[in-house]
T-cell receptor
Framework: NAGVTQTPKFRVLKTGQSMTLLCAQD?????MYWYRQDPGMGLRLIHY???????AKGEVPDGYNVSRLKKQNFLLGLESAAPSQTSVYFC?????????FGAGTRLSVL | EDKVVQSPLSLVVHEGDTVTLNCSYE??????LLWYKQEKKAPTFLFML????IEKKSGRLSSILDKKELFSILNITATQTGDSAVYLC??????????FGAGTTVTVRA
């Protein structure tokens, strides 16, 4: 029972490079979320989706884009990475109600 | 702007002690309050509270919500070293998005 799976687990980028983080859930949840977690700041919502083909901005969306082409997948893209995007990224899914989290992606931008 | 404030930010206790964590909130349309435990990786769900005055329990953990005074507490009795973690409080101000507090770091010493 996989739940919410994030890939990759770790990544190091140079400033200006691009990358995509993948989130996959097997619980048939409607809602999916991307958060970033920085020391002392809790979890901050980047973007979210309330269903296949829909996306919406969260609290800190600048510098990120997302897509939800399939219900089970939610992609987070960084078009031109900046050092300020060094963080741990968590994906979550919900029915709605309780949010279930993936194991996180640790991203460093040099 | 929705606000979730947790206190204390951190605390250190000895095994067997009782711990009380606080979460206060200001949101426009309260739906529910959730508690999560975060060890090294993904936050894991503990409790969801929607009604005032009804205590939820799971083993040595319990939580209660006061919707009049806009706060919740999480109690951990007879603490063990395995309780060492960051405890996160989050509130649904609508049906879609969780607003998280910064978390309380609990360290339990043997």
């Amino acid at each position: 029972n996989a739940g919410v799976t994030q890939t990759p687990k770790f990544r190091v980028l140079k400033t200006g490079q691009s990358m995509t983080l993948l989130c996959a859930q097997d619980m048939n949840h409607e809602y999916m979320y991307w958060y970033r977690q920085d020391p002392g700041m809790g979890l901050r919502l980047i973007h979210y989706s309330v269903g296949e083909g829909t996306t919406a901005k969260g609290e800190v969306p600048d510098g990120y884009n997302v897509s939800r082409l399939k219900k089970q997948n939610f992609l987070l893209g960084l078009e031109s990475a900046a050092p300020s995007q060094t963080s741990v990224y968590f994906c979550a899914s919900a029915r709605p109600g309780i949010q279930y989290f993936g194991a996180g992606t640790r991203l460093s931008v040099l | 702007e929705d606000k979730v404030v947790q206190s204390p930010l951190s605390l250190v206790v000895h095994e067997g002690d009782t711990v009380t964590l606080n979460c206060s909130y200001e949101v426009t349309n309260f739906r529910s309050l959730l508690w999560y435990k975060q060890e090294k990786k993904a936050p894991t769900f503990l409790f969801m509270l929607t009604s005032s005055g009804i205590e939820k329990k799971s083993g040595r953990l319990s939580s209660i919500l006061d919707k009049k005074e806009l706060f919740s507490i999480l109690n951990i009795t007879a603490t063990q070293t395995g309780d060492s973690a960051v405890y996160l409080c989050a509130v649904y101000p609508n049906d879609y998005k969780l607003s998280f507090g910064a978390g309380t770091t609990v360290t339990v010493r043997a």
